[in-house]
């Protein structure tokens, strides 16, 4: 089955410091996502993006973040300037419809990158 | 509008059965049911869109009230590997794309 993948599986950083998390959405999707969960608690959502633009974002996403689709395959988020309270596993998603009124489709995740602010 | 899950985690032996509740105060266009094993993606189970609607395969089985407030998952029969943790996730009909709000989660752990 395809599958997302996330690159890398660990990330270790200095506060301060910029990171970009990878992942390579499954390769027919149109609707790309950014999540993250914080150790022991819930999944939360930061970002949607389809056909180069983001769709929606929450409270999370502020100006230290952004999304990128560079090529044809990868899709990325920055954080500018990282805080210690960026410390969660990420997790990228992608799904192969719209996700408007009309369909409904399921995410596919990945595996996460766990990403460590010192 | 954070969906309400509980119970928040629930312990039992293989064979029993459990139900997990997913609450709004709003009605909601769908709820998804997403199951997440320690260290590992969250993986999808099913999606519920219909009011009175009831899904599922196997042992696994969810349904969503006639309000579309309420959605409840069904584990008959544990197995050893449904331990792991269930997550709600809902959509309020806003218009625009997708933005699944997922509860605090159900840890189940299942045992011998």
């Known amino acids: 089955e395809p599958e997302v993948t996330q690159t890398p599986s660990h990330q270790v950083t200095q506060m301060g410091q910029e990171v970009i998390l990878r992942c390579v959405p499954i390769s027919n999707h149109l609707y790309f996502y950014w999540y993250r969960q914080i150790l022991g608690q819930k999944v939360e959502f930061l970002v949607s993006?389809?056909?180069?633009?983001?769709?929606?974002k929450s409270e999370i996403f502020d100006d230290q973040f952004s999304v990128e689709r560079p090529d044809g395959s990868n899709f990325t988020l920055k954080i500018r300037s990282t805080k210690l309270e960026d410390s969660a596993m990420y997790f990228c998603?992608?799904?192969?419809?719209?996700?408007?009124?009309?369909?409904?489709?399921?995410?596919?995740f990945g595996s996460g990158t766990q990403l460590s602010v010192l | 509008q954070q969906p309400v899950q509980s119970p928040q985690a629930v312990i039992l032996r293989e064979g029993e059965d459990a139900v997990i509740n997913c609450s709004s105060s709003k009605a909601l266009y769908s709820v998804h049911w997403y199951r997440q094993k320690h260290g590992e993606a969250p993986v999808f189970l099913m999606i519920l869109l219909k009011g009175g609607e009831q899904k599922g395969h196997e042992k696994i089985s969810a349904s969503f009230n006639e309000k579309k407030q309420q959605s409840s998952l069904y584990l008959t029969a544990s197995q050893l590997s449904y331990s792991g943790t269930y997550f709600c996730?809902?959509?309020?009909?806003?218009?625009?794309?997708?933005?699944?709000?997922f509860g605090s989660g159900t840890q189940l752990t299942v045992l011998p």
């Open positions: 998603a992608s799904s192969e419809v719209g996700q408007t009124l009309v369909t409904n489709e399921k995410l596919f």
């Open positions: 996730g809902t959509e309020i009909a806003t218009g625009s794309a997708r933005q699944l709000t």
């Open positions: 993006f389809y056909n180069n633009e983001i769709s929606e």
